[in-house]
């Protein structure tokens, strides 16, 4: 590929994870970069890294998408990026206890980032990209979406709502070269799994892996990717065995 600047690529919550590893592969591929994050230090440290390795424009936000007075600022600077090429909305964190046991408001919080965050931030983006006639969206959802979860059932349902969100996003704008997509990553090698359950019992998904297998979607036009056959096969078992089952067996792994 010749290195020469393209687009803007946007990426929320991007200093760690998945979030990372696409801000690395957008870089690579000689990309302005515009980063969201909430950890001054962890963003410091990996623009430092990135800016060592590629000679890119970067740009920072030092944000927290449970706030909706910083996700009006981060609309605001969208609505500036006319060269907007790729939204991808990564924000997204779990709380591994009980229902009960949260006060409702940091509930609430988990939504606002989850949803809120993406369903605003999408709106101002396919604004600019249906100007231009093409454009792209990636919403990192979660296998979650499909099963229950035990402890955290706001979690799941919020990562529900984001991908009927992408679907219907997907439907409408397609023609007008805008494609959707809802990245469903599912046991992936991050910190956050770590704080989870999956990750220390069986090999969990690199996060290179994952981000090339969501860019290979994106270039096929695919609105949902399920990367690595563990996740598939999970997929196609939700689909053939009781509904009682699988939440079961999902339970299980959680132990």
């Known amino acids: 590929m010749s290195k020469k600047i393209k687009w803007t690529v946007i990426i929320t919550w991007w200093s760690s994870g998945i979030g990372a590893g696409f801000a690395r592969e957008f870089a690579e591929q000689w990309y302005h970069l515009l980063l969201v994050a909430k950890d001054k230090v962890q963003m410091e440290t990996f623009v430092k890294y990135l800016k060592v390795l590629f000679p890119v424009k970067i740009s920072t936000l030092l944000l927290d998408l449970s706030d909706k007075s910083d996700i009006k600022q981060l609309e605001l600077e969208i ?12 924000a997204g964190y779990g709380i591994n206890n009980d229902f009960l046991d949260e006060d409702i408001e940091k509930r609430e919080d988990m939504v606002t980032v989850h949803d809120l ?7 101002q983006a396919l604004k600019i990209m249906k100007k231009r006639r093409h454009g792209n969206i990636i919403h990192v959802s979660s296998l979650a979406w499909l099963l229950a979860l035990w402890n955290n059932p706001i979690y799941a349902a919020s990562k529900i709502f984001l991908n009927s ?5 997907y439907r409408i704008y397609k023609k007008y070269g805008i494609y959707v997509q809802s990245l469903c990553p599912g046991f992936t090698a991050t910190n956050f799994s770590k704080r989870w359950w999956y990750a220390f019992k069986a090999r969990a998904m690199k996060v290179d892996e994952v981000v090339k297998s969501s860019l290979s979607c994106m270039r096929r036009k695919k609105l949902v990717c399920v990367p690595w056959w563990k996740n598939k096969l999970i997929l196609a078992l939700y689909h053939v065995l009781p ?10 792994l959680q132990q």
């Open 79 to 90: 609505r500036k990026t006319t060269d907007l090429e790729v939204l991808i909305n990564c």
């Open 117 to 123: 965050a993406a369903m605003r931030l999408s709106y």
């Open 165 to 169: 969100f992408s679907q219907n996003l």
């Open 243 to 252: 509904r009682a089952w699988s939440h079961k067996i999902f339970q299980y």
